[in-house]
């Protein structure tokens, strides 16, 4: 993807830089200014994110596991003297970094990439500080079930809500599919459960949740505009840590000590 220079692979921009935060952060979720905060962009490499957000005044830690991503990052990072520090690893393994070191954790869309999302979590939770923020965003679970084109004027659940096993690629390579799959890689779905419940689980309190809007209601058929008409593709969860993590999971001994009623 970098050597293609890919939309996701491409460095920062002047005009993305003139307002930083706007660029980053246009719900408003971090509060207007992050100056002094440690960030972690998480799997974020390419030269973007990371000079965003150290425009804005942030400490950055860039962690990816591309290296041709992480030069992309430190590229734009010397052209711009933004002093970033950069890992190469892969995100349910932060060994690398301190515990409780980050103000904010940055993770775009990449969760479906590893089978097990609570081993991120568990990383996520170790170096996030008491009250830090946890900004991801995730494909959603449809959107890798369902098919890349209309069937019979329709979208189809081809594939299995419940697997462990990695989706099965698309049937046919096309500009929609490109955008929602990336060529040859293998992507594993996550259930709601485990994007919501995993993050309440891992010492995380979820305080708002959006649907990226990709829609549009003049699309012409089978685009990807047409399919987010009826399939909302990604998924971004503002969380906050907890000053401790929550049990892993629930069973009856818990059940039994908690004041509240919970069925079997």
């Known amino acids: 993807m970098t050597a293609a220079d ?15 935060l706007k ?24 030269g973007r994110q990371s000079c965003l957000y150290a425009a804005a005044g942030a400490d950055v830690t860039v962690v990816d596991l591309s290296p041709a991503m992480l030069e992309l990052d430190r590229q734009a990072a010397a052209q711009r003297k933004y002093p970033v520090r950069l890992f190469e690893g892969s995100m349910d393994d932060l060994s690398m970094l301190s515990p409780q070191s980050f103000d904010l954790v940055i993770h775009p869309v990449s969760s479906c990439y590893l089978p097990d999302i609570t081993a991120i979590y568990a990383q996520v939770a170790r170096v996030t500080r008491p009250g830090g923020l946890y900004v991801s965003q995730h494909k959603t679970p449809v959107s890798l079930q369902a098919s890349m084109h209309r069937g019979n004027g329709h979208y189809e659940l081809r594939h299995d809500y419940y697997r462990t096993d990695p989706v099965p ?10 955008r929602l799959r990336e060529p040859g890689a293998v992507e594993f779905l996550h259930r709601w459960e485990q994007l919501i419940g995993g993050l309440c689980r891992s010492g995380f309190v979820v305080e708002d949740l959006v649907e990226p809007m990709h829609a549009s209601s003049d699309a012409a058929r089978d685009t990807f505009a047409d399919r987010a ?11 906050r840590r907890t000053a401790s993590a929550h049990r892993s999971s629930p069973d009856a001994s818990t059940a039994k000590e908690s004041s509240l009623w919970l069925p079997d």
């Open 6 to 20: 890919a939309p996701l692979c491409r460095i920062v921009s002047d005009e993305e830089l003139a307002n930083p």
């Open 23 to 46: 660029t980053v952060d246009r719900i408003g979720w971090l509060g207007g200014d992050i100056r002094g905060w440690t960030v972690l962009c998480l799997a974020a490499g390419g």
């Open 169 to 178: 690629p698309p049937e046919t390579t096309t500009p929609v599919s490109r």
């Open 229 to 239: 008409r009826v399939i909302a593709p990604y998924v971004r969860i503002k969380a």
